[in-house]
């Protein structure tokens, strides 16, 4: 348990759904990020919130729409994706956005695209 | 470009044998360097990390890693693996500097035979 949870776990949606991720955090920390996992590839960097403002969009496809409503809570919405878009999707938190400190992981929600 | 690299895919050690996981980055200063471990279905978790001062740090689960700035490397060690260490392994590093993100290997996996 490392204070970071997602939901759903799993997802398999069709290319017209729409869809969100969940991620809440109880560890009290002020930075969320939405990174994507692929297979064979180093870890993607997706967005990065700071005290709920956006501070990293690494030119994501808008058919992803990032939403933080709070520093505990953050949303991954999805929008007619694509099979490429299939992957694991992470949630992290940190003390802040400064790189003095560890990101600690949720378990991730694992997306399959139709 | 920031880049991090960790040359072996695959490496299946005995159960009770030594490890070394290797890790070469590429920054323009001496970067803080992470070794994160991702179990199955799970997120991933901080092992160490170097930010300055001794070049041998300790992580949890038994594992170190040495800093050699001469090689660009930030090699994880442990001297006898146990087969709840199999998981895959990824070495990060980021910029001292601000908010520089993590930059993430493409990872190891570690199996572990009896």
């Not at chain 2, 300055?52 to 060690?77: C, M, P, Y």
Request: proline letters at 5%; a neutral charge.
């Amino acid at each position: 348990e490392t204070g970071v949870t997602q939901t759903p776990r799993h997802l398999v949606m069709g290319m017209t759904n729409k869809k969100s991720l969940k991620c809440e955090q109880h560890l009290g920390h002020n930075a969320m990020y939405w990174y994507k996992q692929s297979a064979k590839k180093p870890l993607e960097l997706m967005f990065v919130y700071n005290f709920k403002e956006q501070t990293e969009n690494n030119s994501v496809p808008s058919r992803f729409s990032p939403e933080c409503p709070n520093s505990s809570h953050l949303f991954l919405h999805l929008h007619t994706l694509q099979p490429e878009d299939s992957a694991l999707y992470l949630c992290a938190s940190s003390q802040d956005e400064l790189l003095t400190g560890e990101l600690f992981f949720g378990e991730g929600s694992r997306l399959t695209v139709l | 470009a920031q880049s991090v690299t960790q040359p072996d895919i695959h490496i299946t050690v005995s159960e009770g044998a030594s490890l070394e996981l290797r890790c070469n980055y590429s920054y323009g200063a001496t970067p803080y360097l992470f070794w994160y471990v991702q179990s199955p279905g799970q997120g991933l978790q901080l092992l160490l990390k170097y930010f300055s001062g001794d070049t041998l740090v300790q992580g949890i689960k038994g594992f170190e890693a040495e800093f050699k700035r001469s090689q660009s490397s930030f090699n994880l060690r442990k001297p006898s693996v146990h087969w709840s260490d199999a998981a895959e392994y990824f070495c990060a590093a980021g910029g001292a500097f601000g908010n520089e993100k993590l930059t993430f290997g493409t990872g190891t996996r570690l199996t572990i035979i009896p």
